[in-house]
């Protein structure tokens, strides 16, 4: 291309090699899309050199509870570490809530996420009679304030139980008027099996009235009895939702007899549900009444890829009353995720590595996440060669690029007068 004729790409990323292929290329993007970059080489009106290094289309985080982040620094400590005493905790707490510092503390978080290469999110948000509607304004306010930066999916989430905590109905009606994307639900968290499966009927009836996915906190409990998985299941199939549901958490099903486990994998394949696996919140709080041998508490994560499901992770708590630490960082998760669930294998590490980039991408529903030409324009450039390396070093995010602009830039400098520095 001559000089005059400018620049025919906004950014091109030079010496790209994206996971999942062999080779590095070429990569342009035009008004926010990919484009082809073409064999002789295009000009870009910026050009980065990524000399080989490892790019993903940015990391999805499809769990995270960002009204609740850094609430540690505001709240008693939890001292038993358990679950329901983080609920208790919390419940007092909402009665300070305002918009503006649910949006100050989430968009600390929603900052920080994006320097570590977070390109899309879904965050579930508390609905209920408590806090109403203020956590859901909050999160539509950062949403608007952080549009160009990150996509940010919102689910509204009765924690409280939808019969058991009435008006949390019509609340969630409403939270989906203003702008919430995803219809969410607790079901464990009923009186009985009845209250948990009207709790699904009434949360599938909105969804299907908003044309709206559905994503559910399913069996965060121990209790080998927890059956919600199950039914959710059964939902699902019977909505023809299939696809656009997703169950966090089940750690019961961890708990279940093997025959047991089996079947509802099954269920769940069928169902085509997507599975979002939380190791540092679960591995925290499940398991801690147990006698040696405990629990792990984190769902059966090999299991279910073998039988084809879509399992991604997310970081869930965050400094919060249910977990001290977390600071969204998907390679950490990966690190995590890899030891809690047993992957090891150079081809494991690989299926690790797919859940907060592709596994995470179908759970929210991304039809143009990738870097073929008509994907959004983002790409994230790891300080590493490949994935293994990456999540090993937690490697820096050099550069973050959303829509083809640079967002966030990483440099982490380290001097030394050794003979060998071993990374
Ligand atoms: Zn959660």
């Known amino acids: 291309m001559s000089a005059q004729q400018g620049p025919a790409a906004d950014l091109i990323i030079r010496n790209a090699l994206v996971w999942g292929t062999d080779a590095p290329q070429d990569l342009a993007i035009f008004g926010g899309r990919y484009i082809a970059a073409s064999e002789s080489g295009i000009a870009g009106a910026q050009e980065i050199d990524a000399a080989g290094r490892l790019c993903i289309p940015g990391f999805v985080e499809p769990h995270i509870h960002l009204d609740k982040v850094l609430l540690a620094e505001s709240v008693p400590v939890n001292r038993s570490g358990s679950l329901n005493e983080a609920i208790v905790i919390l419940g007092e707490r909402k009665a300070t809530y305002t918009v503006g510092e649910i949006a100050e503390r989430a968009g600390r978080i929603v900052t920080s996420a994006i320097a570590n290469g977070v390109t899309h999110m879904r965050t579930h948000i508390d609905v209920d009679s408590g806090c109403g509607l203020v956590p859901i304004d909050a999160l539509l306010e950062v949403r608007r304030r952080f549009a160009e930066v990150i996509d940010l999916q919102i689910v509204a989430f009765p924690q409280l139980g939808i019969v058991k905590d009435p008006g949390t109905a019509a609340l969630l009606e409403q939270a989906m008027e203003r702008g919430a994307d995803v219809v969410g639900g607790m079901p464990f968290n009923e009186a009985g099996t009845a209250d948990s499966a009207e709790h699904i009927r009434i949360a599938f009836e909105i969804a299907q009235a908003h044309d709206a996915d559905v994503d559910m906190h399913i069996d965060e409990t121990d209790d080998p009895n927890a059956r919600t998985l199950e039914m959710l299941c059964e939902a699902t199939v019977e909505a023809g939702w299939q696809g656009r549901v997703t169950a966090g958490h089940t750690c019961a099903l961890a708990a279940y007899a093997q025959d047991y486990a089996d079947h509802v994998i099954g269920l769940v394949a069928q169902a085509g549900i997507h599975m979002i696996t939380n190791p540092a919140t679960n591995l925290m709080l499940q398991g801690r009444d147990d006698d040696h041998p405990k629990r792990r508490g984190i769902t059966r994560v090999k299991e279910l890829l073998a039988r084809g499901?879509?399992?991604?992770?997310?970081?869930?708590?965050?400094?919060?009353?249910?977990?001290?630490?977390?600071?969204?960082?998907?390679?950490?998760?990966?690190?995590?995720?890899?030891?809690?669930?047993?992957?090891?294998?150079?081809?494991?590490?690989?299926a690790v590595f797919a859940m907060p980039t592709v596994n995470g991408a179908r759970v929210l529903g991304l039809s143009d996440y990738g870097t073929e030409p008509g994907c959004a324009g983002d790409l994230v450039i790891l300080d590493a060669y490949s994935a293994a390396a990456a999540i090993t070093a937690k490697a820096?995010?050099?550069?973050?690029?959303?829509?083809?602009?640079?967002?966030?830039?990483?440099?982490?400098?380290?001097?030394?007068?050794?003979?060998?520095?071993?990374?």
Do not use: C
């Not at 995010?397 to 380290?414: D, F």
């Open 309 to 350: 499901v879509n399992v991604s992770f997310g970081q869930d708590n965050l400094r919060d009353m249910f977990y001290p630490f977390g600071r969204d960082d998907p390679l950490e998760l990966a690190w995590l995720t890899a030891h809690a669930a047993h992957m090891s294998q150079p081809d494991e590490i690989e």
């Open 396 to 423: 820096d995010r050099s550069y973050v690029i959303k829509r083809g602009r640079v967002v966030a830039q990483t440099e982490t400098r380290t001097t030394h007068d050794l003979p060998v520095l071993a990374v």
